[in-house]
């Protein structure tokens, strides 16, 4: 009898230990299996930590191998210059991702979602080792190749009296000769004034009125672009832009506000340094007196202390080009060509 | 011993006949089911911009009419947040800078809330909002039956005290 | 009264004197509560995808409030992990006394000054102040939870028994405070069959089982309060005189023995927190969840300091001042303070139906986290059972305010008849129903308070 219960005794002894530690210890262990499978990189918003770890390394042609985890709100993944779509990263939920990097270099990767008003700190670097070949040389982007200081003023005295349009600038069928305003370069390098005023200058163009002029700039800036390249920008503008320079364009976004009426040293705060405004892309004062040329070095280079980011790594140069060209049509009507 | 007597009076539980019962039964059917007509208005189109923010709504509490079509422009502020409306189980997701349009007819009446449908924190669970659409009938039947349930049990007493 | 003896039926007697099917439960139980300390502190700090936070909040939460303590009372404390470790060292066994005097510990006696439910009314109550953070936060919920065995283990080495249980546990007081209402009780057949039982193996143990861990004599019990349901003396009885009965629920509430001022604060803390969270926590207030979130903050203070004067002063406050307008109006100059103590228990079936009607709040609508939960404990990826992924879904949205109005209302017509019954006990021969009206009407306000606040 009392051996019998004392067997008993140790059989459910024994049935507890495996059944209460058994358990625990099953899934540290599968735990330490599963490393072996990928590298965690945690997502945080960026006052928390932003990437973990922010460094990767991988060979050139090895697969890279991520399990990416957020541990507070949805986050996004996407490496700079590529093409590839952005993977979310929702909280709680592993995404896994693996990159395979043909060309040894410097990668950025970012996340794609805005977690604050930092989100767009949030990014770290990929290093790809191999035998580098060429040596990379990249062309230096136009607002260097043609002078063009990004910081200096350029509002210009413009009065419109209705928004031009590309459409009734077509319909006005003016010839403007092809080596005066239809090569690239010169589109880039000029502003929609400095073209207005050269229009205005033309013998042809003293018979029309100002508002024509201007719809003929709508049209010839038009005649730059693509629908396609439009509606990219307008997708990449309210991923990356609208939150701070607004849906409309106004400068209004809804992080537009931590410097609206706040005085600078209490705006500081949340970005870590003294912000400004963001730019109003429908103010014709001040986006009439602006080449593309500026626009795109804007954009690649950043606010240099404003608040806006730069984003020469994360966009390829199509993608900077086609925000340049959504941005128009804060100012033109009709621009797309159809 | 008057534990004891006590402890017999109470093995009674309901003291009144069951024409009490039935009539409380009548008045509790009639304020469960009788028919308030809402003031009639006519339908319209409304839309009502909501600001997200962890961890609450901007405005918190919307009215609308029944039959209204009702856009909620949902904006967040900070990070991802996303929009679920109990009852009519609804929901849309909304990104800074990217505005969010929940539309649908406000055919059900009553007080429904919205929560948040994307993990934005500590407190995402409790990120509550209320929509109203025409006057809370569900709050008023149960005030009623809250001022009835307590008429009722103090008033089924009465007999009681005459046995005793 | 009518009662049924449960015993009655063999299976039950098997699966409830046997001691296999309660270890593997506790067991079972123990091993799910350390994967929550587990969970809480390696795992993901998402709370809505941690095992810790859905287990315990959703899963545990809503099996205790809604099914355990309404139908079994005490029932969860018959396996609850966290005073396991303790009691099986004390012991020094697992499955059934062997020998006497094995075990460990001092089995000091508790002091008889902190022989009340005072310690758990604070115990809960700061578990109550720092409760937004503990039930969203996995890391802060894996403290508290390896901090309540830690203590439980620490308390059965000093002290007798389940000191813990009865003394300590946060959760302990309310369970018994809202056992009372349970249909089910264990009680003894017949008091004279204990009366000449010379021993009494059911408080000091013999071979079958254990002394009543919750150190009660089953032969005086009138309450299930401190009854633990564990079943020990069930084990331990030689005349078979332990009866499990299936009863009119709620009958405790009438027994006029056993009413104490601790468990009457006990109801107003319970009811009190229970309309707090569904204003912090229910209502579209964010500043106020910020506040109750940010502990230590200068706004978290005035929350704190708003939640204590509204449980323990207002709700109270107002309640004595209603008592003792009765009281005034009652032959035979009763004490306002006792009447206050004897018609607080009244307030047990409406502040249960409180809780109810808040948890369906959360519960139905986040529930659907468990099944992503379960098959990604840690949210490492894993996919035990292929719903990891599965996206969260409110469940009954339409219906749940309709449930929750109906849950009050029953709680308040409950709490009514008992308010009449009370206030006929000693004053029988005079009884006048609408005697009782400033508690009535308070039962009321507060059940309306509830209503806008959950359903409105």
Known sequence: ?338 | MRHKQTRKQIIEIFPRQSWFWSLIGVVSLGIVFVPIPSTFSQPVEKTLRVEASTFEFTPAVLSVNPGDLVTIELNSTDVVHGLYLDGYDIQITAQPGQTAYLKFVADARGTFRFRCSVSCGALHPFMIGKLKVGPDLLLWRGVGMAVLAALAAVWSFHSWSAIT | MVRYNLIQIPVLRTLLTNRWPQLIIRALALAGFLLAILAGFVGTPVGNRNFAIIMVWIAWWALLIMVAVPLFGRGWCSICPIPIPGEWLQNGTILGPLKKKSGFGLKMRWPNKFRNIWLQNVAFTVLALFSIVILTQPRITGIVLLALILIAVGTSFIFERRTFCRYLCPVGGFIGLYSQVSPIEVRVRDTSVCAGHKVKTCYTGNEDGYGCPWGIFPGGMVKNTNCGTCMECLRTCPYDNIAVNLRPPGTDLLQLRGRKLDEAFKAFIMLGSAVVYSVVLIGPWGALKTAAFAVGSFAWWGYALSFLAFVYLLLPGIFYLAVRFISQNVPGKRKPLRMFTEYAYALVPLGLAAWIAFSLSFIFTNVSYLWSVLSDPFSWGWNLFGAANSSWTPYFSKYVPAVQVLVLIVGLFWSITVIQRISGERTLSEYKPWRTWPVVAYSAFVTVGLLWLLVG
């Open chain 1, 1 to 338: 009898m009392a051996t019998r219960r004392i067997r008993a005794e140790w059989i459910a002894r024994m049935l507890v230990l495996v059944l209460v530690f058994g358990l625990s210890a099953m899934a540290l262990a599968s735990r330490w299996i599963n490393r072996s499978q990928g590298i965690d990189v945690h997502a945080r918003m960026p006052e928390a930590g932003g990437w973990s770890p922010t460094i990767l390394n991988v060979d050139v042609g090895e697969p890279l191998n991520l399990r990416l985890i957020s541990d507070d709100v949805v986050h996004g993944f996407a490496v700079g210059q590529s093409n590839q779509p952005p993977v979310d990263i929702l909280p709680g939920k592993v995404a896994e991702v693996s990159l395979t990097f043909d060309d040894p270099g410097t990668y950025t990767f970012f996340c794609t979602r805005w977690c604050g008003p930092n989100h767009w700190r949030m990014r770290g670097t990929i290093e790809v080792n191999g035998p580098l070949d060429i040596p990379e040389t990249s062309d230096p982007p136009p607002y260097l190749t043609l002078g063009i200081d990004l910081d200096s003023p350029h509002e210009v005295p413009v009065d419109l009296v209705r928004r031009p349009s590309a459409k009734r600038g077509a319909a006005l069928d003016f010839d403007i000769s092809e080596e005066d305003y239809l090569t690239h370069d010169h589109y880039l390098s000029l502003s929609p004034y400095d073209t207005w005023l050269a229009v205005k200058g033309l013998p042809e163009g003293s018979q029309l009125s100002d508002s024509e002029i201007w719809d003929i700039v709508a049209w010839r800036w038009a005649s730059n672009t693509t629908s396609e390249a439009i509606s990219t920008g307008e997708e990449l503008y309210a991923q990356n832009c609208a939150a701070c320079h607004g849906q409309t364009g106004k400068g209004n976004g809804v992080f537009a506000r931590l410097v609206e009426g706040d005085t600078p040293a209490d705006s500081s705060s949340d970005f870590g340094h003294k912000i400004v405004a963001p730019t109003d892309f429908t103010d014709p004062i001040h986006m009439l007196g602006a080449a593309p040329a500026r626009l795109h070095g804007k954009i690649l280079r950043g606010g240099m202390g404003t608040g806006m980011p730069s984003w020469g790594q994360i966009f390829t140069e199509d993608q900077i080009w086609a925000i340049v060209d959504y941005l128009w049509t804060f100012q033109f009507l009709n621009t797309n060509k159809e």
